[in-house]
């Protein structure tokens, strides 16, 4: 998220949470979304690093991803970036590799 809405609601929880109205669990899970929410950013660069890493075609990482081709090409020429599960999916390949998600 490129906005500060999850950091807004978790300083919030915490403030709930202070006053016993959210659980140490429901603490433990928004704070675990947070962190999700700060995973470093999947720039040009770093999308190329993955698939060269991999030794994959940016044909291939589109259908491991459910992506087009074309959406891999402006990802890798910095023209957008990915978000959602396309990129919770290219961050656990990087860290996991491409074997964690097929």
């Given at each position: ?14 403030r709930f949470?202070?006053?016993?109205a959210i ?6 899970k928004i704070d675990?979304?947070?962190?999700n ?9 770093r ?9 994959i075609?940016?044909?291939?990482l589109?259908s ?11 990802w890798?020429q910095?023209?957008?970036q990915?978000n959602?599960?396309?990129?919770r999916?290219l961050?656990?390949i ?6 964690a998600?097929?």
């Amino acid at each position: 998220m490129n906005d500060t809405r999850i950091e807004r609601i978790q300083k919030m929880a915490k403030r709930f949470h202070q006053e016993d109205a959210i659980s140490q669990i429901t603490m433990r899970k928004i704070d675990a979304l947070a962190l999700n929410d700060k995973q470093e950013k999947m720039t040009a660069t770093r999308i190329k690093a993955i698939r060269h890493k991999e030794h994959i075609s940016q044909g291939v990482l589109a259908s491991v991803l459910a992506m087009s081709t074309e959406s891999i090409q402006k990802w890798e020429q910095g023209k957008s970036q990915p978000n959602g599960a396309a990129a919770r999916l290219l961050y656990l390949i990087d860290k996991k590799g491409l074997e964690a998600v097929l």
